[in-house]
């Protein structure tokens, strides 16, 4: 019965070692977890990004629902950009080489497709597990 | 006690706390990328630390670099531009059978080094094979397979022995007329370097530079574990065919399926054998591992136009070299070191055979 009666008063000194503990706990978590995902913003699902010399002109969430395309106008002519469900590609482009149209579908976080001379980038962001490819 | 007493104390200890908080929240590591289109391909740039205004600065300061190299070294401005005035490359493909010229330090480094390397090569290697290239044509709207007079035409004007370099004037002569230097091998791996180079000295010490799939990395990423790179599938689209982990260091490939035609169903590609005058014919990819990026960019280029078993001895016989290639029968090969050190899917469509 006494242990219970020193239990329950907490000294002075108890109470400014609780509000110490909680401080330094509080602050840990922004040590440890401050440099992931509390301050990154970055979403869990994919983006496709496309861009026209740098200047971001489409955004789209994957998967789509359904498959479907848009076209952009280039210098060259007209050029085609194809979704369809996680997978997105380039159909149809006028320029020199037309190196994109080789390149196919693109599924996966980090991959892109480039049109250098229309300064084209289709890109997909989103948690990858690799950092780049050689190629 | 007295109830007063606690407030005191709780206000300290909180205040210490959102201190503490906001001192670690504002020193949190960032993320940085940028993308310029450059020397012809698309450059990222991605780089991690915390002050935010320094990691753009630092990116800004990298790409200057790389843009002065690829003016120095940039064969294709037409005569009379500025881009033409400011462009070793063009002076020098002007002069040439004509006399001397002048040159950058770099520009005078990056021939030394492409000099060294053709005559180590014996010729495999050689960035004087600019009339080949204009001759096949890729990049442009029609490459084609010239015909073999052309091609014997062009061959009398390709030889790195006739890249006569002047250390004390540091001067850079092509001895005969209508010989044209196409730097395309090397210049883009001796920019990246610069720019790896340059985010070190602001300060930078995790950076990643994709430089239209020339790798070269600084330090360790984000969560400090090395970075990881995939090597392409030469033949499958979305596909890798081995991961490596790297860290200060370079990756470079050289590859048949990137820029390429099809005549009756066989390949022509646009790594051409400087000695033959026809694309090179026994590797499908090449990926070549060491620090420099300009060195890994050559001897990718090199590597490539060897038969499989020269360039994986050749890379043995190199120091802090790596080497992993597939043949054009689908074989792996790598160097030894790289035992143990790459992941190639137990899956894989290729033939590896791990004990070696």
Redesign the interface.
């Known amino acids: 019965m006494s242990l219970l009666k020193h239990h329950t008063d907490m000294t002075r000194g108890d109470k400014y070692l609780l509000l110490l503990l909680l401080s330094v706990s509080f602050s840990l978590m922004f040590v440890l977890y401050g440099n992931t995902t509390i301050f990154h913003s970055k979403s869990r699902s994919t983006q496709a990004v496309v861009t026209v010399n740098g200047d971001i002109i489409r955004k789209i969430n994957m998967p789509t629902n359904s498959r479907y395309s848009f076209a952009i106008e280039g210098s060259s002519g007209s050029f085609r950009v194809e979704l369809d469900g996680e997978k997105i590609k380039v159909s149809e482009a006028h320029c020199a080489g037309q190196v994109c149209l080789n390149q196919g579908w693109i599924s996966r976080a980090g991959q892109s497709i480039i049109c250098i001379p229309e300064k084209i980038v289709i890109r997909l962001e989103g948690r990858t597990m690799l950092d780049a490819i050689t190629q | ?1 007295r109830r007063g ?2 407030v005191l ?2 206000v300290l ?2 205040s ?2 959102l201190i ?2 906001y001192v ?2 504002s020193n ?2 960032r ?1 940085y990328s940028s ?1 310029r ?1 450059l020397m ?3 450059i990222s740039i991605k780089v991690y630390g915390s002050d935010s205004e320094a990691l753009k600065e630092a990116v800004a300061s990298a790409y200057s670099e790389m843009h002065r190299i690829a003016s120095l070294t940039d064969a294709f401005p037409k005569i009379g531009t500025p881009e033409y005035r400011e462009s070793d490359a063009c002076r020098i493909n002007q002069q040439a059978g004509v006399a001397p010229v002048v040159v950058d330090k770099d520009t005078f480094k990056i021939l030394k080094m492409a000099k060294h390397y053709s005559e180590l090569s014996e010729g495999a290697f050689d960035v004087t094979v600019g009339p080949l290239m204009d001759l096949w044509g890729f ?3 029609n490459p084609h397979i010239p015909s073999p007079e052309s091609i014997k035409s062009a061959l009398s004007l390709v030889n790195s022995r006739d890249l006569i370099l002047n250390e004390q004037e540091r001067t850079a002569f092509l001895a005969k007329r209508g010989m044209k230097l196409d730097l395309g091998a090397i210049a883009k791996g001796y920019a990246t370097e610069k720019a790896i180079q340059s985010l070190k000295a602001s300060g930078i010490s995790k950076a ?1 530079i ?1 430089a239209g ?3 070269r ?1 600084l330090g360790r ?2 969560h400090g574990t090395q ?6 599938d030469p033949r499958k ?2 596909a ?1 065919v081995a ?1 490596l982990q790297l860290e200060d260091s370079s ?3 050289s ?1 048949d399926y ?2 390429f035609f099809e005549v009756d169903g066989k390949r022509y590609h646009h790594i051409i054998d400087p000695r033959s005058g026809y694309p090179a014919g026994e590797n499908m990819t090449v ?1 070549t591992l060491t620090a420099d990026a300009a060195l890994a960019d050559v001897l990718s280029t090199l590597f490539f136009v060897l038969p499989p078993e020269k360039a994986v001895q050749m890379a043995e016989n190199l120091d802090g070299v790596d080497l992993f290639l597939i043949t054009d029968k689908r074989r792996i090969m790598h160097t030894q070191s790289l035992k143990g050190k790459i992941d190639v899917p137990s899956e894989t469509s290729y033939r590896y055979d791990q004990r070696r």
């Open positions: 006690m007493n606690i104390p709780v200890f909180l210490l706390t503490a908080a670690f929240y949190r590591t993320e993308d289109f012809d391909t698309l990049g442009g709207k990643l994709d799939g020339n790798i990395v990423n984000l970075w990881r790179i995939g090597i392409k689209q979305n890798v991961i990756a470079v490939t590859g990137y820029r990926t």
